[in-house]
């Protein structure tokens, strides 16, 4: 059985200098001058009164509740996220990936991205996203979820080629509860390009691949 086939890792560039003070400026206008079509918005639940989509009509937002918790079941949400990037690099467009502070949620989530893009493991696909925002932590939940994911989306890949998996019933979680949900970081303008940083809320975390 031939393993599934992925495109190759993007070559990384210094893109742009998101440093803290821009962060802290960043408002709608920066959002569109940098290009930016689609923003994953992560919040808790309890923020969802002060973090939301402030401007729909110029962006189109995915709004994730996720906890920043160990015990948080952030793999559900994996599948949603690809489609929601995928679809962003279909149109040509630009994407935002933001939680707080730049360093658990939202880097699981861009890691989680890259695996599945470009057939990585949980610890390359780690140290690729880390040269782009080096402080990047996601905790240990998310952590041991991501590794999981591995094998998860393998499979799935093998599926979709129309192979068979001897592996699937090993996997610790199974393929239908990572999509239950269905559909669904640094950016420049392709899906080479993974983008993280904070819309027009309080606070903002970036780190670019490209």
């Known amino acids: 059985m031939d393993p599934p086939e992925f495109p190759p890792v993007p070559q990384l560039d210094e ?8 962060r802290r400026d960043m408002q709608c206008e920066l959002l569109m001058e940098t290009k930016v079509t689609h923003i994953v918005c992560i919040r808790q639940a309890v923020e969802a009164h002060f973090i939301r989509p402030n401007f729909p009509e110029l962006f189109k937002y995915l709004v994730l509740d996720i906890a920043d918790c160990v015990t948080e079941n952030i793999i559900q949400h994996f599948p949603k996220v690809k489609k929601f990037l995928d679809d962003c690099w279909q149109l040509g467009g630009i994407a935002l990936v933001h939680g707080n502070a730049g360093i658990s949620r939202s880097a699981a989530l861009v890691i989680s991205y890259i695996m599945e893009k470009y057939g ?4 390359a696909a780690f140290l690729l996203v880390q040269q782009k925002r080096f402080c990047i932590n996601p ?3 998310f952590a041991q979820q991501l590794k999981e994911y591995e094998p998860i989306y393998r499979a799935k890949r093998t599926l979709q080629n129309g192979q068979t998996s001897q ?15 269905g559909d669904g970081l640094d950016l420049t ?13 309080e606070s903002a975390e970036i780190g670019e691949i490209t």
């Not at 699937?168 to 393929?175: C, Q």
């Not at 303008?189 to 809320?201: A, L, P, Q, R």
């Open 139 to 141: 905790n240990d939940g």
């Open 15 to 22: 893109g742009l200098d998101w440093t803290y003070a821009m």
């Open 167 to 181: 592996q699937t019933g090993k996997f610790k979680r199974r393929i239908e509860e990572v999509d239950q949900d």
């Open 189 to 201: 303008s392709s899906e080479d390009s993974c983008i993280e940083k904070m819309d027009c809320s």
């Open 120 to 123: 990585l493991s949980y610890k």
